[in-house]
Structure formats: C-alpha cells, structure tokens
C-alpha cells in the first residue's frame, strides 16, 4: 500500500517563475492537507482539501499561493512569482475523513529553493 | 487561539539514557495530541496520538507520552535512547472547528551521543 507521494522531491526555481507541487494521497484518502516547513522552524498549516473543494485556506498566503484537489488526479500545490522566500519544505499529508481522530499521514515533502 | 510550545531547540542525550521532550499546548476543550518524529530529508511519521481515556499512551519504537491536563502538557519519554532515534520530533494539537488542520510546535532536534 504505497504512502502518500509528492513530486517533485526537489525543485528549482528562479524568482519569479512558477511552482508547482503535487500530491497523491494515500489509497481510499478523500482530505488532503498541505504544510509548509521554513528552516529552522515547524511545520505551519496553509490549507485543507477535500476532492473538488477547498475547506480551508486560512493559512495560504492571500497572492501567488492557490490549491487544488480535482475529482481525478493529485492535488497541486501552485505558487506564481516565486521569490526567495518561499523557499521551503512543503508536505502534503493525507486522512480517510477530515475527523479530529484520523492520522495524517505525510509525504517526503517537496523541498523548493528559488535563486 | 491553540498553540503549542517546545521549549527545548536542541537536546543531546547518550545512548542508553532516558529521555523526556516536553510540550506544552494551549487549548480550550479536551485537546488531540501528537507527537511526530522527522528523520533529516524526510517526512514525517506518527509516534502516537492521544484523545481520551489512558492518559499514558504507547507508541511506536518504544515511545511513550503522558497527558496532564493540570499542566496542559504531553510530554514524550524513552527510557532507553538509541542512536537511530536522534531525529527532529514534532509535537502537534488538532485545531478546533474540524478544520482537519494541524498546529505544530516548533519541534525538538535530538542528538545522541555514543
């Protein structure tokens, strides 16, 4: 039972230039969440998908930074107009329900430096 | 607003001795607790999660963690530390509102000495 995937596991970009981050959950996993990790800092909490609906986008930057989950395929992760300090590990993590009590269960984390 | 605090960055400790990181959280109701450890370059991996009932849960690879609400704490404790688990360890609250979302601490780097 394969985990939860992202790729790319490292991407490089120069400022100004887009982003894009994907995410498959784990088999049978309908939620998906995505964190950002600064250096040296925890993980911070940017937004909750469910397929085809955004649940909660309280802590994604107000421009550049958009999510999605469509009814077929991996959630994206989208940042336009890269600048320096989005630079960052991202991890996307994954539930069966959105419940209090589910496990979130993470990926490998894309890891995005922008020159 | 829920928070969670870890108040030790960095802690060393030698192989073979107990070991407790500490976490402390802010939360209104009965909180969910987690701890989370992050190997270098890696995700991140569930240890144990407490909701209700037996205030001293178990976890994997040993692990274990005690609720206080009195001191709105949850600790995490080995008794004996091996090398593979020097790693970053990640104490976490659900938030409320069933936002599915989680608060982290800003983590803990363990070091263990030979």
């Known amino acids: 039972n394969a985990g939860v995937m992202q790729n790319p596991r490292h991407l490089v970009r120069r400022r100004g230039q887009e982003a894009r981050l994907r995410c498959s959950p784990m088999?049978?996993?309908?939620?998906v969440y995505w964190y950002r990790q600064l250096p040296e800092e925890g993980l911070k909490f940017m937004v909750y998908l469910q397929k085809e609906n955004i649940i909660d986008e309280s802590g994604m930057p107000k421009e550049r930074f958009s999510a999605e989950f469509p009814k077929e395929g991996p959630s994206i992760l989208r940042i336009q107009q890269v600048v320096r300090g989005d630079s960052a590990a991202y991890f996307c993590?994954?539930?069966?329900?959105?419940?209090?009590?589910?496990?979130?269960?993470f990926g490998p984390g894309t890891r995005l430096t922008v020159l | 607003a829920q928070s969670v605090t870890q108040p030790d960055i960095h802690i060393t400790v030698s192989e073979g001795a107990s070991l407790e990181l500490r976490c402390n959280y802010s939360?209104?109701?009965?909180?969910?607790l987690f701890w989370y450890v992050q190997s270098p370059g890696q995700g991140l991996q569930l240890l144990l999660k407490y909701f209700s009932g037996d205030t001293l849960v178990q976890g994997i690879k040993g692990f274990e963690a005690e609720f206080k609400r009195s001191q709105s704490s949850f600790n995490l404790r080995k008794p004996s530390v091996h090398w593979s688990d020097a790693a970053e360890y990640f104490c976490a609250v659900y938030g409320s509102g069933n936002t599915g979302k989680l608060i982290f601490g800003q983590g803990t780097t363990l070091q263990v000495k030979p």
């Open positions: 993590a994954s539930s069966p329900t959105g419940s209090g009590t589910d496990t979130q269960y």
């Open positions: 088999k049978g996993h309908s939620h």
């Open positions: 939360y209104g109701a009965t909180p969910y």
